[in-house]
Every structure is written in C-alpha cells, then in structure tokens.
C-alpha cells in the first residue's frame, strides 16, 4: 500500500486554486522531494494530507486510509514536521516533547529520543529550558526530535534544514538515511537543491498548484546540460557547425564555454584535430533542470 | 480521551498564573468590599445614607433601598459589580479563544497532525472553560467567607449562603454563556485578537442593550436578547429565588455556542 496516494486533489480558495487536479504518490522507503516556489501549493497538499486543509475535488490515502474519513488511522502513521515550529514559548522544550509523545498512539521510546538527541547534539539542560530562550536553531532540533521521536513509518517535511547550521544539516542528512535504510517512506519540500540532489530519491515539482514534473533525481538531472570548458594551446577560431546537443556559451580564441546535451563522443570528436590543451566537464546539475521548471515557460 | 487529559493538563498549566491571580485578586475585592461594608455599618452610615435620600426616592426604590443600604447588601455587590463581571467574562473568552490562539501560532498543526480528532480540541477548551469558572467562583466565596470570619462586625446579618450560592450560580452561567459565545466566534476565526475584539464589543453591546432597556421601555422589546438579562443580581438580594428560567437561558445559550464551535471547528480550513 502506497505510504501517500494523491488522486486528483484539488484546492480553490474563491477565485485562486492552489493546488489543481494534482496526482501524486509515494512509494514505501523512498524520499520523495516536493519543490516548487513559495506559492506553489506544496504546503497546501502538506495540509491536505494531515486533514488540516479540506481539498476542494479529490482524494488523499495515506497507507491506503483517506485523510479525511479515516483520518486517525491514517495519522496515526505520521511524523510531520511544519514549516514553522508554532508552540507555546511558556513550555520547555521537554514539555513539548512529553505533551507531541502523549498524543501520539504509538509509544515513544526514550532510548529512541536521547539517540535524536544525540545526533542533533540537544542536550537535557537545553530540553529543560523554556523556548522563548530558544534560537530558530534549536526549535529545529526540537522539531526534528518531536517529528522522527515516535518512528513513524512516514515523515512529512516542510523545509527541515531551515535554520539549521550545516554540521546538523549534515546530522539530518544521516537521520533521513537512517529512517530510508530501515524502510521508512519520507515525503520532504525543500528549497535546497543541493540538499535534493544529495538525499532524495525522486522530486515532484509543483507550479502554480500543478504538477510539472514527477521524475528521479538521477533521470532529472541527466537532462541537464553538462558544461565544458575547452582551453587551446594556440588561437582556436570557433566552428560554425558544432554536433547536434552543443552549443558554444562564451568563445575566446584560447577558451570555450559549452553546453553540451548527452553524450560528449560527437564533440571530442569534432575536436580531435584541435590544439586542445585541456578540457573540463561540470557535471550535470539537478538544480539547472529544476530551476528550468521553476520559470514560467518551461517544458 | 488521555490526549484530551494531556491537552487539558498542559492548557491548565499555562493558564493557572492567570486564573489564580485573578481569582486572588477577586477574592480580595470580596474582602475589601466586606471592610467598607463594616466601616458604613460601624459608623452608623447606612441609617444617615437612607436618611438623606428624598422620601419620594425612598417610595420609588422601595425595598430595594434597605436591601442594598445594608452590610448584606454591599457584600452581595461583589457578584455583580461591573468590574467583576467584565473581568469575568474577559478570561471566558481568552480561554475560549485558546483553539483560535493555537491557531494563529500554527501550535494546533502539531496536535492535530497526531491521531486526535478535532472535536477533542473543543472539548478540552470547554473543560478548561468549565474548571476555571469553578476556581474563579470557588476563590470569590472564599474571599467572602475569609472577609465575613475575619471582618464582619458582631450582631449584624449577614448575607445568607443560599443568595451568595445564587449570585455565583448566576454569575458562572453568565460567564460560560459567554465563553460559549467566544468560542463559536473563535472556532470561525484565524486571528485570537480579532475574535477576543467581537466577542468584547458583542458583551458590550448586550450590556448596554440590557441596561437601556431597564431604563427605557421600547428598548425592553428587544432587550431579551442579551445575555446579562438574564442574570438579575438586584431581584436575588431583594429576596428573590433564583429564576430557573435565567439558569435555562444561559446554559442553553453556552450549549449553543459549544455546539456551534463543535460544528464549525469540525468543518474548517486550518490555516495561519
């Protein structure tokens, strides 16, 4: 049963539609990369499935139970951590974790949560302290603590970096691994590219509540171009005809700048009696696709 | 039903400093009233201030006059002075407003992306509603009793317990009348200080309405509609039992606001 089933979600607000006729799903112990710009409508299916937000059309299963009519059950396999930490800056950070432990069915077991606490280096003197002392940081931490404490077979992410220095971005990444290694399904929104490229197995993209793409990580990105620079032991005037996939970005008479689409055979080829006296090859970047999508016309 | 426990556990101890210290300072007000009740009464002043009103004021205020011209009378004012029931009345409504605050700060999307169902959350608020009513009248009668032990002069009468029970009966309903009020507005809102504002300006309103039409007889038509018509402090002290029908009017106007949050909240969109 698919952790998280999205099947044709829909959701007006008067004249806006913020997420339309979305189709989505989630395999068991994949991390799935929800991106799309502010705006998109990543935290409205977010809500959605929490039963927070009430979908216009459609329907959400989460393990096959819908959000809404069997939305205990269906939470009940859930740890979700929100965009923004809203909790009573009165409680201690303790009490946080106590009162998020009590309401959820499954038991939270303490070696579990000093083991987060551990890895993200909150200290009991610091889980003692009131959050109104608390930085962004640490109300991170503790939200990443109250999301992964109970060991939920889903987690649901909104921006979980945000905040974070990067040796704990670094502690999360092994976290995330951690919870994929023993077959845990996460579903994260990231503005991060990096932090997709690196930890997710498959990204959706999301634009102006549509889906543009639904597509693994690896095939994404071997849509991107790699860039090459080409350096010439003598003045190297450029072709007028270049292999189909190339395309010169930035000529001088001893340097190239290219693109280059696919396989580089064509144009190692199509250099061979050249003065090559060097050549560089960036690999394809994830984030020159995504961002591609991200702009209004593309494909 | 434990989370319901939990949650109201964790509401309670935020609320607690509030509840307590107004309560306290409730209690204390039962008490001060009590000392100047007994300074009027010791140097003979409620005779001197009967005497100095006009006989034809005396006829129009009729027994009304030597109830209240009274040490029993001016305890008695400690459960319905304006101070007190809008003090009243304003923590039924921040406790009412607790869902709408929880909403605000996004704290409700922890709780509720747990396995509890929505209708706990209205639950609770009124649990805490319910508890903080009792604590509050709890401490006022305290603070009249503790006044009565310690200040209250020999050989004068003292207000009976049944009326002071009355005056709290009344005024507690009246309290969660309106924290049932708050919460239907809360339970509809994004914003605790835009539900706190209409639920304060309604109150007010009511009040007013309430108050014009004891003084004027066309507004008395209308007059019905409000709450505090429904708690008549001047009747009970005069003498008057309790009307049942005023407790009916109340509690029913509570449900219906509990109610209307149980549907509303169960219905809405959770966005901050």
């Known amino acids: ?271 061979s009696g050249l003065a090559v006296r060097d050549i560089e090859i960036e690999e394809p970047r994830l984030e020159d696709v995504v961002m591609e999508y991200y702009h209004e016309g593309a494909e | 039903m434990s989370a319901t426990f939990l949650l109201l556990r964790y509401s309670l101890k935020r609320f607690r400093t509030t509840v307590l210290t107004m309560g306290l300072l409730l209690s204390g007000f039962q008490m001060i009233l009590i000392a100047v009740a007994r300074s009027i009464q010791t140097s003979g002043g409620f005779e001197q201030l009967s005497a100095l009103l006009p006989p034809f004021a005396r006829e129009l205020l009729g027994p009304s006059l030597t109830s209240f011209m009274s040490f029993a009378g001016i305890v008695c004012v400690g459960y319905f002075h304006l101070a007190v029931m809008s003090s009243l009345i304003a923590l039924a409504v921040t406790i009412a407003t607790i869902p709408t605050s929880e909403i605000e700060t996004g704290f409700i999307d922890l709780i509720l992306a747990r396995p509890l169902a929505r209708h706990w959350i209205v639950t609770r608020t009124i649990a805490a509603l319910l508890l903080s009513t009792l604590v509050m009248l709890a401490l006022m009668m305290g603070g009249t009793w503790t006044g009565l032990q310690v200040l209250a002069p020999k050989d004068v009468p003292w207000p009976s317990w049944k009326l002071v029970f009355s005056l709290a009966a009344n005024l507690g309903l009246l309290m969660l009348a309106w924290g049932g009020v708050g919460l239907a507005i809360g339970s509809a809102s994004q914003r605790r200080g835009v539900a706190g504002a209409i639920g304060g300006l309604l109150a007010l309103a009511a009040f007013l309405l309430d108050y014009v039409g004891r003084l004027w007889k066309p507004a008395e038509s209308v007059a019905w509609v409000s709450p505090f018509r429904y708690y008549s402090p001047f009747e009970m002290v005069m003498g008057n039992p309790l009307p049942a029908k005023h407790l009916l009017v109340l509690g029913c106007i509570a449900a219906a606001g509990f109610g209307t949050a149980y549907a509303v909240f169960a219905r809405r969109d959770i966005s901050h």
């Open chain 1, 1 to 271: 049963m698919a952790p998280i089933s999205i099947r044709g979600i829909t959701k007006q607000y008067g004249r806006l539609r913020a997420v339309s006729n979305l189709h989505l799903d989630a395999a068991e112990g994949e991390i799935l990369g929800f991106l799309g710009l502010n705006g998109a409508g990543k935290t409205t299916t977010i809500r959605i499935l929490l039963d927070l937000l009430r979908p216009t059309s459609g329907e959400a299963l989460i393990f096959g139970r819908d959000c809404r009519a069997e939305g205990l059950q269906a939470r009940a396999s859930i740890g979700y951590l929100p965009g923004e930490m809203g909790i009573y800056s009165d409680l201690t950070g303790q009490e946080v974790l106590d009162l998020l432990a009590g309401l959820d069915r499954q038991t939270v077991d303490k070696k579990r949560r000093r083991e987060l606490q551990d890895r993200l280096e909150f200290p009991d003197s610091d889980l003692r302290r009131r959050l109104r002392v608390y930085s962004t940081g640490m109300k991170r931490k503790l939200g990443l603590i109250q999301a992964f404490q109970a060991d939920p077979r889903l987690l649901i992410l909104d921006e979980p970096t945000e905040g974070l220095d990067p040796l704990m971005q670094q502690s999360f990444y092994s976290l995330l691994a951690d919870a994929k290694k023993r077959g845990r399904t996460v579903f994260m929104s990231s503005h991060v590219l990096s932090e997709v490229d690196r930890v997710c197995d498959r990204i959706a993209i999301l634009r102006n509540g549509e889906l543009v793409l639904l597509s693994t990580v690896e095939e994404t990105r071997s849509r991107a171009a790699r860039r090459v620079r080409v350096s010439f032991a003598e003045d190297t005037s450029a072709p007028r005809d270049l292999p189909p996939g190339s395309e010169i970005v930035q000529a001088n008479p001893r340097l190239w700048n290219l693109k280059v689409q696919g396989p580089l055979g064509s144009l190692l080829r199509a250099m």
